[in-house]
């Protein structure tokens, strides 16, 4: 091994843990000389971790990084920029941007820097759509307010009328204005529910909620519907209220329920997962750990049409639907400092609860 190398240290790199992008650097065999404070806090792992060992086994699909250092030092490119996806076992997969630079000169260090690109396109698609989620959500509201008290008079009125009426063909236009008027109520009752419910903070177990969640199911629909569950027992309890949690879960759940509802698929499932995941941006922050609630089906899969609305209230793709049951669990769930997203194709609707953990 070249001299130089012999003597690449921390010391000589220090510089580097000021800079905010992750840098690796390794000898020309590809073994970890250094590694700055970004990569470590990127990759979750100390130093130690990175230290002397060989780059590709730091991941479980690391061989690409083997041939971009392979590359590097046989001198087929000073400086190369690329994507990758790299996985950790028990991480979350990273998308990441990775530049490698290496000088043309025998034994010369092969520097990694690596950015993460999903979770910038992520954050910044997050942000445009939650903006337009609480405008709407705020129009809403203030329109529910100015409908509800006018509402409650025009019932009122039809109501005292009715009795006055002489004879029974009218009492018919009475009934419908004090029908109508009553759902429009039940309605705005809903839209506004959220704002009204109080915010009751206890320790929570995720999987009493799921469990409950679970129960309620069944006794809806006895027969044809199966419901499993892959539960990491490890998830620690967390501060939040847990009916608000379980209405949440509920409203995903019977979304699911409703879609595999009437499929000619010979077993209709449902699958409730968590899993505790590390180092995970929500809601633009940084969370040491954070909780997923996977709740998936293999029903039909949303709509592609209004896909990108679904949280968005009053949006539904069911006939009868008010729309309002993913809007409701947004809610909750962002009490929680978390958010939910989803992924969806026909055969396979996976709905996911991120909840920061302490
Ligand atoms: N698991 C799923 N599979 C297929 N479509 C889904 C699923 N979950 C949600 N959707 C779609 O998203 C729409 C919005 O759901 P949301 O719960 O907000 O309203 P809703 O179910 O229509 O009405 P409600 O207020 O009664 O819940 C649904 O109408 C449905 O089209
Ligand atoms: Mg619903």
Excluded: W
């Excluded at 996985?87 to 820097?113: D, F, I, K, M, N």
């Excluded at 063909?169 to 009475?174: D, G, I, N, S, W």
């Excluded at 679904?310 to 539904?316: A, D, K, Q, R, W």
């Amino acid at each position: 091994m070249n001299q130089s190398l012999l003597s690449l240290n921390d010391r000589d790199f220090s510089g580097l843990d000021l800079v905010m992008t992750a840098v690796i650097v390794t000898d020309e065999k590809g073994i970890v000389q250094y590694v700055n404070s970004a990569a470590q806090s990127l990759f979750d792992a100390p130093s130690r971790y990175f230290l002397g060992q060989t780059i590709e086994k730091l991941f479980e699909n690391g061989n690409s990084l083997k041939l971009l250092v392979k590359e590097a030092t046989s001198h087929s490119f000073s400086h190369k920029r690329t994507d990758l996806r790299l996985h950790r076992l028990g991480y979350e997969l990273l998308s990441l941007q990775c530049t490698v630079s290496t000088a043309q000169l025998p034994g010369a260090p092969v520097v990694l820097e690596f950015q993460e690109i999903d979770q910038q396109l992520r954050v910044s698609r997050e942000e445009r759509l939650s903006h337009q989620y609480h405008t709407h959500k705020e129009l809403l509201r203030n329109l529910a307010h100015e409908i509800k008290n006018p509402l409650g008079g025009i019932r009122g009125a039809a109501q005292l009328l009715e009795p006055e009426l002489p004879n029974v063909e009218l009492k018919e236009f009475t009934g419908v204005i004090i029908k109508e008027a009553r759902r429009l109520e039940l309605l705005v009752d809903r839209l506004l529910a959220p704002y009204r419910a109080a915010h009751i903070v206890g320790d929570v177990n995720i999987h009493e909620v799921l469990e409950h969640v679970r129960s309620i199911l069944i006794v809806q629909y006895p027969q044809d519907l199966q419901i499993l569950r892959d539960y990491d027992i490890s998830v620690p309890e967390f501060r939040g209220d847990k009916a608000h949690l379980i209405q949440a879960v509920l409203n995903i759940a019977q979304n699911a329920a409703e879609a595999l509802h009437g499929q000619t698929h010979p077993t209709p499932c449902i699958t409730f997962k968590t899993r505790v995941l590390r180092q995970a941006t929500v809601q633009k922050q940084r969370y040491r750990l954070v909780l997923l609630v996977h709740i998936m089906d293999n029903g039909p899969g949303v709509l592609p049409e209004i896909a990108e609305q679904i949280f968005f209230p009053l949006v539904s793709g069911k006939q009868g639907g008010t729309g309002l049951g993913l809007t409701l669990a947004q809610t909750f769930i962002e009490q929680h400092f978390g958010t939910i997203a989803f992924e969806s194709k026909a055969g396979f609707t996976n709905f996911q609860l991120i909840i920061p953990l302490p």
